[in-house]
Structure formats: C-alpha cells, structure tokens
C-alpha cells in the first residue's frame, strides 16, 4: 500500500507573511492527504530527512533577491524585533539538496512588477548552482507595504497551490 507523500517547508520570514502562507500551502497539502511540516531555515537542519517527496522554500523578498544579515536587520528595526543573522541564503549555503527531489519554490513580494525582483527566482538559482536540476514549480504572493498584512486572496490561493503540489507529487 502506497504511503502518504511527505513534504518539508523550509522559509524565512521578518514580520509573519511568508510563514503564514507556508502555513496555508501545508494546511493544502494536508486537504490532499500529504504529510507536511513547516520549518524555519534558522532552526532546519543541513541534512534533509531520508524520506521526503517534496521540498518547498519559500522567503520574502528583499531588495529584489533573499534576504541578507543587513536587510533583516533593517525589516527588524520595523517590526521592533531583533533579527536572526541567518535565513534561506545561508540554509541554501550549509545544505545539500539531491538534484532528483522534486522542489517548488515561493516568496512574497509587495508587488508583483519585475522591479520589484523575487526571493524565489532567487532560491532557484542557489539550487541550480552547479546541478542539472528540472526548473521547479515556482509562486510569488502579494502582502500589502512591507510588513503585510498578505494581500486579499493570497492565503487561500497558497492552499490550493498545496493541495496541486500534493497532486502532482508521487512519493518513492
Ligand atoms: C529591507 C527590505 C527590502 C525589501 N525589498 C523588497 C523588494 O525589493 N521587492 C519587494 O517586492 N518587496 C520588498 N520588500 C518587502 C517584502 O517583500 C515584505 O516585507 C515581505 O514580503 C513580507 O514577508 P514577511 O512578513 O514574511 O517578512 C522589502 C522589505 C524589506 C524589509
């Protein structure tokens, strides 16, 4: 008998945007009979467990790209916190990532024009570095200014991208 597919999140998130849609996109997954669990980079290990069909980063989007220590302490400084000096870029750095998993990437953006960039096309040439690798399943999702909240529709839309990861993913 098959076993349910097995998906880790791995995000970043300054002021709860990113984490709130990793949320939904789990809460989707789940609806679609996946194991998921959302993990912060700070805290996710640089070994990925030996049973996983599914791997999704998602971050928000800083300066056109990830994150870096001096924008965290900036987006910090807004919300009043104190930054983490670690984040997607440097769990991107210490973590190997078989070229076979089946990855999809997201972040959030203030808007959705190319100047405003994209944490995951980001995250997608970490993980093309120096690997053949299919271009993976890719989502950005709005918040309204810089600390949100997510724009109308947004976290809805991230639990329907789950359930379709959920779909899409055949678990070995
Ligand atoms: C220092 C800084 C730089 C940012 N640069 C961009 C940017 O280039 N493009 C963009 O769409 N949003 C930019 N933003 C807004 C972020 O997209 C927004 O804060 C983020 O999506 C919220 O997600 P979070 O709640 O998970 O931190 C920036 C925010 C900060 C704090």
Redesign the pocket.
């Given at each position: 008998m098959a076993t349910a597919p097995t998906a880790l999140i791995v995000?970043?998130?300054?002021?709860?945007?990113?984490?709130?849609?990793a949320e939904a996109v789990a809460a989707g997954l789940t609806d679609a009979g996946a194991q998921a669990r959302v993990l912060d980079a700070v805290q996710a290990p640089a070994s990925l467990p030996a049973k996983l069909d599914l791997l999704i980063l998602g971050?928000?989007?800083?300066?056109?790209?990830l994150?870096t220590t001096?924008?965290?302490t900036?987006?910090g400084k807004?919300a009043g916190a104190a930054a983490p000096n670690s984040g997607m870029r440097e769990w991107l750095a210490r973590t190997t990532i078989p070229a076979v998993l089946t990855t999809a990437v997201f972040?959030?953006?203030?808007?959705k024009s190319w100047?405003?960039?994209?944490?995951a096309k980001a995250i997608i040439k970490a993980l093309r570095r120096g690997r053949g690798r299919d271009a993976p399943s890719i989502r950005s999702?709005l918040?309204q200014?810089?600390?949100?909240p997510l724009a109308d529709g947004e976290e809805a839309a991230a639990r329907t991208w789950g359930r379709a990861l959920a779909a899409s993913t055949t678990n070995v």
């Open positions: 995000i970043e998130s300054c002021f709860g945007n990113t984490r709130t849609i971050a928000p989007t800083h300066n056109r790209g994150p001096a924008t965290r900036q987006a807004q972040d959030t953006v203030t808007s100047l405003s960039g994209s944490a999702f918040v200014g810089q600390s949100g």
